[in-house]
Nanobody, 122 residues
Framework: QLQLVEAGGGLVQPGGSLRLSCTAS????????IGWFRQAPGKEREGVSCIDSSGASTNYADSVKGRFTISRDNAKNTVYLQMNSLKPGDTAVYYC???????????????WGQGTQVTVSS
């Protein structure tokens, strides 16, 4: 059974850092691009970052460029999202997803994790 499990969320002060992880099981992880999305209360789900199957190509939302870094370790079936210089506006539930190429709308990703809460507050 295909499964994506996020971890690493929590409460952090503005300017702080968190590293999220997305661990996959039940499918050929190294054939899939993995995207990170987030959804804040009352807002649409938005794409944050994506990494292709090999890790050679990445993309980022303008709002996180220069602060977030996506990476993957195919030997561990895991994708990471290093988040630095966090702002209150980064507060959201963060999800990882698979099943579509990077750059696709979130509705095209077929497989989703359960999400992990990130709260940036003093």
């Amino acid at each position: 059974q295909l499964q994506l499990v996020e971890a690493g969320g929590g409460l952090v002060q503005p300017g702080g850092s968190l590293r999220l992880s997305c661990t996959a099981s039940g499918f050929a992880f190294d054939y899939y691009a993995i995207g990170w999305f987030r959804q804040a209360p009352g807002k649409e789900r938005e794409g944050v970052s994506c990494i292709d199957s090999s890790g050679a190509s990445t993309n980022y939302a303008d709002s996180v460029k220069g602060r977030f870094t996506i990476s993957r370790d195919n030997a561990k079936n895991t994708v990471y999202l290093q988040m630095n210089s966090l702002k209150p506006g980064d507060t959201a539930v963060y999800y990882c997803a698979a099943g579509a190429p990077c750059g696709s709308a979130h509705g095209l990703f077929a497989y989703w994790g359960q999400g992990t809460q990130v709260t940036v507050s003093s």
